[in-house]
């Protein structure tokens, strides 16, 4: 399962991905998950490190991204189960706000980049309500948190467009206001059945 989890701060991507990542190991199969496209991200060690990344020259973050970014796109094809957190999606979103605002993108610069997935690559949007939101963000606030209250709206109305924007063919949304760390795998795994091949509905026991 080749699997691109994409949606705004607080969404529940990465409840979802940790979830996958167990469940894989309880099936039998180990799938290579990588979590770190948000700068800075959440492979640095120390906080002094997320700082230089958080500080680093808006130049510098797009080169940064582009390179991690063509990097992963060739794990897409090494891989027959993995899980990208963010990917080229979120920093279709992401980029352009925060990390590198008023610098121009190459043109459809990450649509192109989708005519090299694998043809069997999901990507799922996790959304839920402002309020929801706002209460994870209120409960559990990140330590370099990007998107303010008051721009929720707005920035799960850009993840939105990118996900209709995309030219990948195999598209899932998943709404988790109402759904716990224990739940969130089980409505995911229902929602991208349709989006399976044979090998993929074998692991879920078809």
Do not use: N
């Amino acid at each position: 399962m080749r699997l691109i989890l994409t949606g705004c701060e607080y969404a529940g991507k990465s409840t979802l991905a940790g979830a996958l990542h167990a469940w894989g190991q309880r099936q039998g199969f180990q799938f290579h998950l990588d979590d770190h496209f948000t700068v800075p991200d959440s492979s640095l060690r120390t906080d002094e490190e997320r700082r230089y990344a958080a500080g680093a020259p808006p130049a510098m973050k797009e080169r940064f991204q582009r390179f991690q970014i063509y990097y992963h796109l060739h794990l897409l094809h090494v891989y027959d189960d993995i899980c990208l957190v963010g990917f080229h999606s979120e920093e279709a979103v992401y980029g352009p706000r925060y990390y590198y605002p008023g610098q121009r993108l190459p043109q459809d610069y990450h649509r192109q980049l989708e005519t090299e997935c694998p043809r069997d690559t999901v990507v799922c949007l996790l959304t839920a309500r402002p309020e929801v939101l706002r209460a994870r963000q209120a409960a559990a606030p990140h330590p370099f948190q990007l998107v303010g209250p008051d721009e929720l709206e707005e920035v799960q109305g850009a993840f939105e467009r990118e996900l209709t924007a995309s030219w990948l063919k195999r598209k899932v949304r998943l709404d988790t206001s109402d759904l716990t760390a224990e739940t969130v795998l089980p409505a995911f795994l229902a929602a991208v059945r349709r989006h399976l091949g044979p090998r993929d509905l074998l692991m879920l026991g078809d």
